[in-house]
């Protein structure tokens, strides 16, 4: 049978949200730490990039919602006084 467009067999990276993300990182520092001695060293290396990989990606996702939460106060902080302030539009009145 052939792969149509957009099925899971197709070669794409399957796309993960943040709990998947820490929950991989937790099984892969669980299988690392359960690795025996005679591992290969490119399997236990390839295991360790990816915890790498997975550390970095999570410490810029929690940068970022850093930033978007402080710049999301920063707006809806009040606005100074010295800046003047728009006018209050009259209230609709049917005559």
Do not use: C, W
Not at 49 to 65: C, D, Y
């Amino acid at each position: 049978m052939r792969a149509y467009t957009g099925q899971f067999s197709d070669n794409q990276p399957i796309r993960r949200n943040h709990a998947e993300k820490e929950k991989q990182l937790r099984d892969l520092k669980e299988t690392l730490a359960a690795m025996k001695p005679q591992t290969s060293p490119a399997l236990r290396e390839s295991v360790q990039r990816r915890i790498r990989e997975l550390e970095t990606e999570l410490r810029a996702a929690e940068r970022q919602k850093t930033e978007r939460a402080a710049e999301r106060n920063a707006q809806a902080a009040p606005s100074s006084p010295t800046t003047p302030r728009r006018p209050r539009r009259p209230a609709f009145r049917s005559e």
